[in-house]
């Protein structure tokens, strides 16, 4: 496993912009995918959007297509989600995640079940 550790959540506005941050203890060819989840009060645990450490795939839920995006700092070993045009849907602890790369896809990656690696969450929080 490897040790993860997100940050950027708050509170903020419907319309206004987050930066999420997760930084990897290592980045290593065997945890090639890092995801972002959410989760809401009393609802489970919902992906958001999820890329690679080599050759940068991604891929988003539809309920945040278009308006975050997921980025990579090999260097830093950062893994970013910038979140624009935040509804008070989004509102949620955001976590992020890692995972083996055990299948071609990516497309494969957006059930948290094919992570083993997770940080402790930031909290977002969206008023309207």
């Known amino acids: 496993q490897v040790q993860l550790v997100d940050s950027g959540g708050g509170l903020v506005q419907a319309g206004d912009s987050l930066r999420l941050s997760c930084v990897a203890s290592?980045?290593?060819?065997?945890?090639?995918?890092m995801g972002w989840f959410r989760q809401a009060p009393g609802k489970d645990r919902e992906f958001v959007a999820a890329t690679t450490w080599r050759g940068g795939s991604t891929v988003y839920a539809d309920s945040v297509k278009g308006r975050f995006t997921i980025s990579r700092d090999n260097a830093k070993n950062t893994v970013y989600l910038q979140m624009n045009s935040l509804k008070p849907e989004d509102t949620a602890v955001y976590y992020c995640a890692a995972a083996q790369r055990d299948y071609s896809s990516i497309y494969n990656y957006r059930m948290a079940t094919r992570y083993d690696s997770w940080g402790q969450g930031t909290q977002v929080t969206v008023s309207s």
């Open positions: 290592e980045r290593t060819f065997s945890r090639d995918v």
